[in-house]
């Protein structure tokens, strides 16, 4: 267990470290010069050279990346265009924003995560709750409408149904007010109202293969023999259903829930830009469109770390409930 | 038993899809009156430049006034402020030694903002600049304005660091374009820029090397803003600037949300255009135009005081314009931002070439192309009918369809084979593959080149672009001939990159009428713009006109008083307020 | 910001379907187990429902000049007369009219039918060759390191790990433009086969992991397996082990995750185009139709319809397909 833990840690590690080189390597070849974004009009090519030497941009990739990756473990001075003194972990300066990055990621780190992580539970629990009432009750009609209901939203685009819901729900019946995020520190009623129609069109599009996939695992499970033993035992419906049956059958959901949600959280660019509300995926988007170098690399690593912590995750969650995983 | 579900489920998203009425679309009543004439002059009496502003009609105090935008404002730091949004948001909470005094039809006043005239010129040639600070003007915390806080201000818009703002009276103070390395600001903290003085508390002195006549408007953008040296806190001044104005920062969740409270000690007496009816100003960053437009159209709850700061865009246009009930929640005024076909003169060097792009152009297409009048209005001139002494003429008159016949004459049977650089952004393509099919009618070949809309700027502001044709614009800093025609035609100023002069015209007696225009008296100057303007036209063509912007915004039904600015074509916040 | 949610799903139920059970295992009758999963298919009304759908959409894809010809009216001819001063179409429901079947597209009005057709071709084209493309990755790396394990196989893990933690979606957007702006003529027109190239490779970098992981999984299961012991003992070279032995037991899930893979491109397809990212407006695509039509959900309905009616019906489709191919190849799960 240990042994295997330190293995995954050393390989995510690795995956960070390689996320990283490589993402500085793309900025550099994206088309936008950050630095002439700073001047819109007059611009006088030598004083914008200037401002590149104060910035670091002129340095070559490999000092300019060791100096990002020495910011983040003990901090760095980074001169007065960009706010001075740096403490660690230090993401740098965005000279688009004008602010160091970490006060941006702390502002829309929570966003994204009080989108993702209701919405997330929502399809799940929606998810499942389809799935096994489809599997019980197989071949009739409440089983017809789960499969139609999930293979429509696996069919749907999240901006056309969100586009809709938003026309209908605010703009026309105004039964909602406009998507925005308020903390739920704040008003908890306000934050739940702002982000339900976020939660619900992600809910409707990934519940619905949720339903496909644990219908099939509980089909599958519900034919194995240890089910039958255990109903011929005299064990009651509910509970092999329950106990048995739903906990063998959920293993394939756990690991896709992780690896989804492990995805989600390091960004939702296009709910949250059908919804217009500023979390990490859109600020990433803004980031590449502005090359903003130092916002783009924090945002991409924070999404890269979810995910690999994710599917470390999953290996263990994977273990724990299904005791013939064994972890070496 | 599958396909049931289906029809089912399309069925459901057919009805949902099909929500809107199916009414028939005849095409009445889509006539938009954009009309009003713009005059501009510098005030005269020092009258004009004391305050209180006259109270707006209907106007009172309290309230919080909202302002919805995609994107958040660039700079707030006056020192750094040149956006659209930067230049509409901060007269809030930011004063300038000039001002315009802006009765939202067109109609100018230069006025002295914390100066008591709008700048004397001492001598009578431009060179020496004297301003009268104003008594009872003070600062957020109480303290008094005075020469030297403005000083202090002008001065660190030398810093590199505190890039993003105009450079005009940097470059003139230092009579050069590295005015940064001519005065170090961070070595010489406790000086001024070379020519710049304040013999006293109440006096401020520019002297100049060579004439600058445009002065008094130059300093009316936000570079004049004072601070005292205190309160500088370097780039973080940006997002919580010290007050002069009316409102002062309260709180800024960087991109997301700036509100701003009132400012008490700010005196109205002493302010010539600004007011302080609302509460609060809240700007809030993050929806699209879309749906900034259509949560000001529900007009509900605060978004009924209100308004979007983007304009309404073409595809919600026809439910606004066609909604009576609408229609006095909007403002429609056409913008000072101009747009052009721009001719690279370096690679299209036969003027028969560049009339018969004249005569070509079919602008009543385009614009429908970009969703009609609301959107934009044509343009035959070099600048805009809102520049000071402008005069309207079409050097090539072809009807708003364009002469086809005329422009295959002027061609003579050859087919000139063009490229086109237009960004891979949404409105730059469809203006292109409008401009495309538009300009082949009429015998050219004309090839799409996409440039990444990111760099598309940039790329064209190269000299050595390889491109015959792209799209340009330009919103002047000031109503005057002299921010534009300069600027975008002085052959003198092409440089290897960043150039305004995108069309790389040249001409030696161009030139040399510009020189003297600009050494006349910014009074004389209007007409005399007008004159070459034509002139320029008829014997070179160096571009295609093709528009101006219109700026068509919405607002809840609870806000009032914003008007569309005459210099820059957004909207003006001074006089807002919220009704009760 | 996965690719799409959808892939990992497709391939846990897939992995789940199958399992390490052979559809040979079965096979008493001496039918083929592809000949016995086609005769489930053709029982299947629903699979033959979506089937002729798909081929009705491969067809109008295909033939889509003829149809041109027929129709009479190219994807870039524009009909700016037809529009009001604010560019919206006249007449009824945005412009339908004999002439123009499902109406004008407001400001350039250009034909939306006949730029559905092209669309279809161009969104049909993409899909299948990123689909083609990941699933050839997929299964070679897949074999490669379930069969040979070891270093290799953990190099292989770890680079799948890597494509997944790199945002799809921020790389797209910073790629695409920079390709065209580095490595085309100047003054040439990026022509749409460029620009339809750099999409599928775009698709290609990240769309492998879910089939390499899937054949992986399948493989492992298989390696241990009498039959694949038997042939390794009579000496079988590499080549013969994994293109005789273990490929065609591992056909079946592979098929079925192709097909689901399809429609997942044409969704993203359009997901790129709403954050800007894609084709240019010259070609005609479904996932720029209809992220331009979003806009006029008010004041033109019917140019949100049918665009949107079109990509839902194709998607739906090929989800029904694929869902009924599984069953048909895997008669454990079938109802």
Redesign the interface.
């Known amino acids: 267990m240990t042994r295997f833990l330190v293995k995954r840690l050393f390989?995510?590690t690795?995956?960070?470290f390689?996320?990283s080189v490589?993402?500085f390597l793309?900025?550099f070849?994206?088309?936008?010069?950050p630095v002439?974004g700073?001047?819109?009009?007059?611009?006088?090519?030598?004083?914008?050279e200037?401002?590149r030497d104060?910035l670091g941009l002129n340095d070559p990739l490999v000092t300019q990346y060791a100096g990002y990756m020495k910011g983040i473990v003990t901090g760095r001075d980074l001169g007065?265009?960009?706010?001075?003194r740096c403490d660690a972990p230090c993401l740098g300066w965005s000279y688009?924003?004008?602010?160091a990055v970490s006060?941006?990621i702390a502002?829309v780190l929570p966003v994204t995560l009080s989108i993702v992580i209701p919405a997330a539970v929502l399809w799940l629990l929606l998810g499942v709750g389809l799935g096994m009432i489809s599997a019980l009750r197989?071949?009739t009609w409440l089983d017809?409408?789960a499969?139609?209901f999930s293979?429509?939203g696996?069919?749907?685009?999240l901006?056309?149904v969100g586009?809709?819901l938003?026309?209908?729900f605010?703009?026309n019946l105004?039964i909602l007010?406009?998507p925005?995020?308020t903390s739920i520190f704040d008003n908890p009623l306000k934050w739940a109202s702002g982000l339900v129609l976020a939660w619900f069109s992600l809910a409707f599009?990934?519940s619905a293969?949720?339903a496909?996939?644990s219908r099939?695992?509980m089909?599958?499970t519900l034919?194995e023999d240890f089910v039958r033993t255990a109903r011929a035992k005299g064990l009651a419906k509910p509970k092999v259903y329950g106990r048995h049956a739903l906990r063998a059958a959920i293993t394939?959901?756990v690991?896709?829930a992780g690896?989804?949600v492990g995805?989600?959280l390091?960004?939702?660019?296009?709910t949250e830009?059908t919804f217009?509300?500023?979390g990490l995926?859109r600020?990433?988007?803004d980031a590449?469109?502005?090359?903003d170098l130092p916002t783009?690399m924090a945002?991409?690593l924070i999404?890269?770390v979810f995910?690999?912590l994710a599917?470390v995750l999953v290996d263990l969650l994977y273990a724990a409930i299904d005791p013939r995983v064994r972890l070496h | 038993m599958r396909p049931r579900v289906a029809a089912a489920a399309g069925g459901a998203i057919a009805l949902v899809v099909a929500l809107g009425a199916c009414s028939k679309n005849t095409g009445e009543g889509t006539t938009v009156d954009t009309n009003r004439t713009q005059t501009g002059v510098i005030a005269t009496d020092p009258k004009d430049s004391q305050g209180p502003a006259a109270e707006v009609a209907g106007a009172s105090k309290g309230g919080t006034f909202t302002i919805i935008r995609e994107t958040p404002i660039s700079h707030l730091d006056p020192q750094r402020t040149y956006s659209f949004a930067g230049l509409m948001a901060s007269p809030l909470f930011a004063r300038y030694l000039t001002t315009w005094k802006d009765d939202g039809k067109g109609g100018l006043v230069l006025v002295g903002d914390l100066a008591e005239t709008p700048g004397n010129d001492v001598n009578k040639d431009c060179k020496v600049w004297e301003f009268k600070i104003k008594d009872g003007v003070k600062f957020e915390d109480g303290s008094p304005i005075t020469s030297k806080e403005i000083a202090y201000g002008i001065a660190r818009s030398f810093d590199p660091d505190l890039t993003g703002g105009p450079t005009y009276i940097q470059e003139w103070l230092a009579d050069t374009p590295q005015f940064d390395t001519k005065w170090d600001f961070k070595k010489n903290k406790g000086s001024l820029p070379p020519g710049l003085t304040t013999p006293d508390d109440k006096t401020l002195r520019f002297e100049f090397a060579k004439p600058r006549c445009d002065l008094p408007f130059a300093v009316s953008l936000p570079t004049t803003a004072p601070l005292p040296p205190a309160k500088d806190t370097g780039v973080n001044l940006d997002n919580k600037p010290f007050s002069s104005g009316p409102y002062k920062i309260a709180d800024n969740q960087v991109g997301v949300k700036l509100t701003l409270d009132r400012n008490p000690n700010w005196d109205a007496k002493t302010d010539p255009v600004r007011h302080q009816y609302p509460d609060q100003f809240v700007w809030s960053f993050g929806p699209t135009p879309d749906a900034a437009s259509n949560r000001v159209i529900a007009d509900n709850g605060a978004d009924q005081s209100a308004l979007a700061f983007n304009t309404v865009p073409a595809s919600l246009v026809a439910k606004v314009a066609g909604d009576a009930a609408l229609k006095s929640r909007t403002i429609l005024s056409p913008t000072p931002s101009a747009n052009q076909l721009v001719i690279n003169n370096q690679r299209v060097k036969d003027l028969k070439i560049r009339q018969a792009l004249n005569y070509a152009i079919d602008r009543e297409g385009l614009i429908k192309a970009m969703g009609g009048p609301t959107v934009a209005a044509p343009l035959t001139t070099l600048m805009p009918p809102s520049t000071i002494g402008f005069k309207a003429y079409d050097a090539y008159p072809a009807g708003a369809n364009g002469n086809v016949d005329k422009a295959k004459e002027l061609l003579a049977g050859q087919t000139p084979e063009l490229v086109l650089g237009v960004s891979d952004g949404a409105t730059e393509q469809l203006q292109g593959t409008q401009l495309k099919a538009n300009l082949e009618r009429a015998g050219f070949k004309i090839t799409l080149r996409n440039i990444p809309d990111d760099a598309k700027l940039d790329e064209i502001k190269k000299k050595d672009n390889p491109w015959d044709l792209y799209i340009g614009n330009w919103a002047a800093d000031w109503p005057s001939g002299a921010s534009i025609l300069p600027v975008l035609y002085d052959g003198r100023t092409i440089k290897p990159e960043g150039n305004s002069n995108q069309s790389y015209f040249n001409d030696p007696a161009v030139n040399t009428e510009m020189d003297r225009i600009l050494a006349l008296s910014p009074a004389e100057q209007g007409p005399e713009w007008a004159k070459l303007d034509e002139r320029m036209m008829k014997e070179y063509a160096p571009v295609v006109p093709l528009f101006v912007d219109v700026a068509y915004n919405v607002h809840g039904s609870k806000a009032g008083g914003v008007f569309i600015s005459s210099v820059f074509g957004y909207p003006a916040f001074v006089n807002a307020y919220v009704k009760q | 910001m996965s690719l799409s949610p959808v892939e990992g799903v497709a391939l846990a139920e897939i992995e789940s379907g199958g399992g390490a059970e052979t559809p040979e295992s079965r096979d008493v009758v001496g039918r083929s187990p592809g000949r016995l999963a086609w005769i489930r298919l053709r029982r299947d009304r629903t699979a033959m429902v979506s089937g002729a759908m798909l081929l009705l959409f491969l067809l109008l894809a295909l033939a889509a000049p003829l149809v041109e010809l027929l129709y009479g009216i190219g994807p870039k001819e524009q009909f700016q007369s037809l529009l009001d001063g604010f560019g919206m179409p006249l007449g009824y429901a945005g412009g339908v009219s004999g002439e123009h079947w499902f109406g004008l597209e407001p400001g350039l009005g250009r034909d939306i039918f006949i730029r559905l057709i092209y669309g279809l071709r161009t969104s049909l084209f993409i899909a299948f060759a990123a689909a083609v493309i990941t699933a050839t990755i997929g299964v070679v790396l897949g074999t490669l390191a379930g069969y040979l394990g070891g270093w290799l196989d953990a190099v292989i893990n770890w680079i799948t790990d890597l494509t997944l933690a790199m945002p799809f979606l921020v790389i797209a957007l910073a790629l695409t433009p920079t390709l065209v702006l580095r490595f085309y003529g100047e003054r040439e027109a990026v022509s749409p086969a460029f620009g339809v190239a750099v999409l599928i490779g775009v698709f290609a970098v990240f769309g492998w992991t879910s089939t390499a992981r899937l054949v992986r999984g399948q493989v492992i299961a298989l390696r241990e397996r009498e039959f694949v012991e038997a042939a390794r003992a009579s000496g079988a070279g590499l080549g013969h082990m994994l293109f005789r032995q273990l490929l065609p037991n591992i056909w079946a899930p592979i098929l079925v995750s192709f097909s689901l893979a399809v429609p997942q491109f044409i969704t993203s397809e359009a997901a790129l185009s709403f954050i800007g990212v894609g084709l240019s407006d010259e070609t005609p695509s479904f996932g720029r139709m209809i992220y331009r039509s979003l806009d006029y959900l008010q004041t033109d309905p019917a140019y949100v319809f049918f665009p949107g009616i079109a990509i839902f019906a194709l998607v739906f489709a090929f989800n029904l397909f694929g869902d009924a191919l599984r069953d048909a190849l895997d008669p454990k799960s079938s109802r």
Not at chain 1, 80 to 84: R, Y
């Open positions: 390989s995510a690795l995956t960070l390689a996320v490589l993402t793309m900025f070849a994206l088309p936008r010069d002439t700073m001047c819109p009009k007059n611009c006088n090519p030598e004083r914008l200037r401002v104060e007065s265009v960009q706010g001075g688009v924003t004008n602010e006060d941006t502002r197989r071949g017809r409408l499969i139609g293979l429509t696996a069919s749907l685009q901006y056309f586009a809709v938003l026309l209908v605010v703009y105004r007010p406009v925005s995020y599009l990934f293969i949720y496909r996939l099939a695992q089909l599958e034919s394939p959901v690991t896709i690896l989804d995805g989600a390091g960004g939702t660019v296009i830009t217009g509300i500023q995926g600020t990433a988007v590449v469109r502005a090359g783009i945002t991409v999404a890269a995910v690999v599917n």
